[in-house]
């Protein structure tokens, strides 16, 4: 169907759509044709595959499955990022896929999908691409998707460490982050990823303090030193690039990534010496 017609439309959840078309940003023409795919049994669906380590999610599972048993024990991180999501209403409707898709620098479950490193597939008349989602995400509210192509699935590894996603808002719900933070470790290869929301035109990688924290973990003891905490918040909020806008001003997000990243790297490893991590 999105083959054959230029002007149709995808429909998930609806709940970016239907505020973009309220809203005026976005026009439908009247012979336009919707495509639903919150129904599609594939869409809906999501396997693991024990071989490769990985899970595979359809584009149209929804945050409120993605916040509950048994996907949240696969992958803590978006199960947390998914808790913050709206409200209950809309996280029983809003996918991840459509997440994916409106690709605003402050989607909740953009951040962990980029620390995961996750890879999208896409689909089209043309035939099936996989893309990671780093290359997915191209600017404010841009992505690869070609006309015509469907985000069928995410495919995310299953990593072996400590993951978490916490965000700054000026509430605890329905809130969108005034800047957010997903990192995950993965201990086989030694590795810790800190991926950055709302603080940059997409979310982005701190590539500079996951270096860093790479080096100053002790990974057979568990445990970091408080000073290379401190110079991991501090990193962190160098990878940062925000700007002033009506929900914050960019000093305040820079600060709130040396806090976030602090306190996650803080609750995947044991801080040694003085110096106090933020609760
Ligand atoms: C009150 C409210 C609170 C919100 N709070 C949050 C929040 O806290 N955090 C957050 O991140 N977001 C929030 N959102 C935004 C929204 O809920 C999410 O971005 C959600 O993931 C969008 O998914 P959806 O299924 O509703 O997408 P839809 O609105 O159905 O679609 C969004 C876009 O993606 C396209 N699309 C959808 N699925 C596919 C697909 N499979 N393939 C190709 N294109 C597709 C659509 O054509 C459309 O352009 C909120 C929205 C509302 C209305």
Request: with cysteine.
């Amino acid at each position: 169907m999105l083959a054959e017609r230029p002007d149709a439309v995808v429909l998930a959840g609806g709940t970016d759509l239907m505020v973009a078309i309220n809203e005026g940003h976005r026009q439908i023409g009247r012979e336009a044709l919707v495509v639903g795919v919150n129904r599609v049994p594939e869409l809906r669906s999501w396997t693991i595959d024990r071989s490769a380590g990985t899970l595979r999610i359809g584009a149209a599972v929804t945050y409120a499955e993605l916040a509950a048993p048994p996907l949240a024990g696969l992958v803590p991180a978006l199960a947390q990022a998914a808790r913050t999501v709206g409200s209950p209403q809309i996280r029983n409707a809003a996918t991840i896929g459509g997440n994916v898709v409106t690709c605003s620098p402050a989607g909740d479950g953009l951040p962990v999908l980029a620390a995961l490193e996750a890879t999208v597939e896409l689909v089209s008349g043309d035939g099936v691409r996989e893309l990671p989602i780093g290359e997915v995400m191209v600017g404010v509210k841009q992505t690869a998707l070609r006309r015509g192509e469907l985000v069928t699935a995410i495919t995310v590894p299953l990593l072996d460490g400590w993951q978490g996603y916490a965000k700054v808002g000026v509430r605890n719900a329905m809130v969108i982050a005034i800047a957010g933070a997903c990192l995950a470790v993965d201990g086989p290869s030694r590795s810790v990823r800190l991926a950055l929301a709302s603080v940059a035109p997409t979310i982005v990688r701190a590539e500079a303090a996951e270096a860093h924290a790479r080096q100053a973990v002790d990974w057979s003891e568990g445990t970091i030193a408080a000073g290379a905490v401190a110079e991991f918040g501090r990193l962190a909020a160098t990878a940062s690039t925000p700007i002033d806008d009506h929900r914050s001003t960019a000093d305040y997000r820079r600060h709130s990534i040396d806090v976030l990243a602090r306190r996650l790297l803080g609750r995947a490893f044991t801080v040694t010496g003085a110096e106090r991590v933020p609760a």
